[in-house]
């Protein structure tokens, strides 16, 4: 049926391989001059015409960035809150999910729609209040004001998408537990625990994402250098050394990097966390 | 089984829903409902958060709102920005998503260029300020480009000049947000059966009338769900406004978040602030009502 050979074909070959290549020029090259910057000295950086590859590579942008204590510190934040976060938001969503998946009771269509619904609440909204809440319970400046105020935010959709990875699994599975006289809590953890890790990756890494990327709390509840995380320290990098770019660049690679290394180890579990909500 | 024994396993049955439940609710209802009807209570009040005797306001923080002129310039601003960046992110999702689905590319090179096209969007906003203020900087990479191919005339100051920056800071959203559309519209393509192009084919469609006829109407759902969705989150926009221009030059590029989080953080006027956050929280409840219902008709 296909008339491959003809020239008229190859023409539209051809073309949509030119497209192709402009797509990814548009995809990549901001990506691309992030990371040769970051190789570049100050100098370099505006040179002209610009330099495609760094003509003199150097780490010393790196050296800076890894030799100084305050900005490792920042770095040790991002990791300390995401991951708190990451366990505190699975287990909590699984339990829910357990219940939305598992059984029926009154008012589950609307307790649904109420955490469809909580999903879109602008963070900005929230941010006055919570500001209230954290002064007046003197948490202001700690770990448990963005552990607290991000768990808000990380809830709803992993109780989503947890409750949709349950519902894959076969009831017979935790119905064969309560057969032996065992409880739905034992069902929970003997049967379907370990057989969940797939959703359970999946949202450990949504949630992870999405404390890593937070920005407007953390900038408003914490206040001391110490207690920034990596998104304020780039903001503050950029303020204190007025443009000091190769630095700039080197925090961005290195803030990118666990975002980076998720997605390109675990492709599938990444996608699957963040289209799951909006496909559904 | 007894039958007391049975009516107790009944009883744990009904309650065992609540009781997962539970602390989900607890967080979900003391810190997203109450703090919601918190917002709305200071938004009527005098000095809110900084006065524990704080009186009875009336809708004066609204009018003192309405009556400004940057709240509505952050308001056309905000539509904007939204609008172009769901219009653009639709546009180019759909348009690397039908080249990536062609069969005229080899499948390693398709799986590669898909995880490359990908790309933007795992960058936290913050970074992609960043990496936008170094392309767009007076001496930088962009303005020497477009000064060699002989586009412009002189270096263009793209985030620090009121007539650029508004268009500026929006196509660093575009370039940042398309994926999100690129990747659900790929998925959609894929689910649609091939007999009906086979059936297109025999009658002698052409190319474009395939697209008009059979892949946009079969991939309207999602495109209608993204969109809202997009277009929900598009615009609460905080960080990379507040990292390129924080809403200047001269209120240029002020959009409802920023406008909202000056008024809070930087004039300290909470209660104005929050009669703001308010206005925000219920143009998104509409959005997400609408979502609502549209996923539910489907």
């Known amino acids: 049926m296909r008339k491959r050979h003809t020239t008229k074909d190859r023409l539209i070959t051809v073309a949509l391989h030119v497209a192709l290549v402009a797509g990814l020029l548009f995809a990549t090259f901001p990506i691309y001059w992030m990371l040769s910057s970051s190789f570049k000295s100050n100098t370099e950086i505006f040179a002209l015409p610009p330099t495609i590859l760094p003509k003199a590579f150097t780490l010393e942008a790196y050296a800076a960035i890894l030799g100084d204590p305050v900005k490792l510190r920042f770095f040790f934040n991002s990791y300390f809150v995401a991951f708190t976060v990451t366990i505190l938001t699975d287990l909590i969503a699984l339990l829910a999910a357990y219940g939305f998946s598992r059984f029926n009771f009154r008012g589950k269509g609307s307790l649904n729609t ?29 770990y448990v004001a963005l552990i607290v105020t991000y768990l808000v935010f990380t809830l709803p959709y992993a109780i989503l998408l947890m409750t949709g990875y349950l519902n894959t699994l076969p009831r017979d599975l935790d119905e064969a537990v309560a057969v032996d006289g065992g409880t739905s809590w034992t069902a929970l953890w003997r049967v379907i625990v370990p057989i969940s890790l797939p959703g359970i990756v999946a949202t450990s890494v949504y949630t992870f994402l999405l404390c890593w990327n937070e920005f407007l709390f953390a900038l408003t509840l914490t206040k001391s250098t110490s207690m920034r995380t990596v998104p304020i320290g780039i903001q503050l990098l950029m303020g204190q050394h007025a443009f000091e770019w190769n630095q700039m660049m080197a925090m961005s690679v290195l803030g990118s990097l666990p975002l980076l290394l998720i997605y390109l180890i675990a492709q599938r579990f990444f996608l699957a966390g963040m289209t799951a909500g909006s496909v559904k | 089984m007894t039958r007391q024994k049975r009516s107790r396993h009944g009883l744990k049955r009904a309650v065992a829903p609540y009781l997962y439940l539970s602390p989900s609710l607890l967080i979900i209802g003391l810190l997203m409902l109450l703090p919601m009807v918190t917002v709305i209570s200071y938004s009527f009040q005098n000095s809110a958060v900084l006065r524990l005797d704080s009186s009875f306001a009336g809708l004066k923080h609204y009018q003192a709102i309405f009556a400004d002129p940057v ?114 519209l790929l998925a959609g393509l894929q689910g649609i059966p091939k007999d009906f192009y086979e059936a297109a084919d025999i009658d002698g469609a052409k190319a474009y009338q395939k697209l008009i006829f059979i892949t946009i109407p079969q991939l309207m759902p999602i495109i209608i ?16 406004i507040w990292i390129t221009t924080g809403g200047g030059p001269i209120y240029s590029t002020e959009v409802l978040s920023t406008y909202t989080y000056k008024l809070a953080f930087s004039s300290y006027n909470l209660s104005q602030a929050s009669a703001s956050a308010v206005v925000i929280l219920l143009i998104s409840l509409g959005l997400t009502l609408l979502y609502i219902r549209y996923q539910k008709a489907r």
């Not at chain 2, 769900?225 to 990379?240: A, E, G, H, K, R």
Request: proline content about 6%; aromatic content about 16%; charged content about 10%.
């Open chain 2, 225 to 240: 769900s993204i969109s809202l969705l997009d277009f929900i989150w598009t615009m609460q926009v905080f960080p990379l």
């Open chain 2, 71 to 184: 709240f509505w310039a952050s308001l056309w601003h905000t539509l904007y920005f939204t609008c172009m960046s769901v219009v653009f992110h639709m546009t180019i999702g759909m348009i690397f998503a039908l080249m990536l689905n062609s069969d005229r590319i080899n499948p390693t090179l398709r799986n590669i260029l898909r995880v490359l096209y990908i790309l933007p969007w795992l960058f936290t906003a913050v970074i992609i300020a960043v990496i936008w203020r170094l392309l767009l900087e007076p001496n930088g990479v962009v303005n020497s480009i477009l000064m060699q191919l002989g586009l412009i005339g002189s270096k263009i100051e793209w985030f620090s000049s009121p007539e650029t920056a508004l268009h500026a800071v929006t196509f660093a959203n575009i370039w940042a947000g398309y994926p999100l559309f690129m990747v659900s």
């Open chain 1, 114 to 142: 109420l955490i469809i619904s909580t999903q879109t609440i602008p963070p900005i909204t929230l941010l006055i209040p919570f500001f209230g809440l954290v002064v007046s319970y003197r948490i202001f400046d700690t």
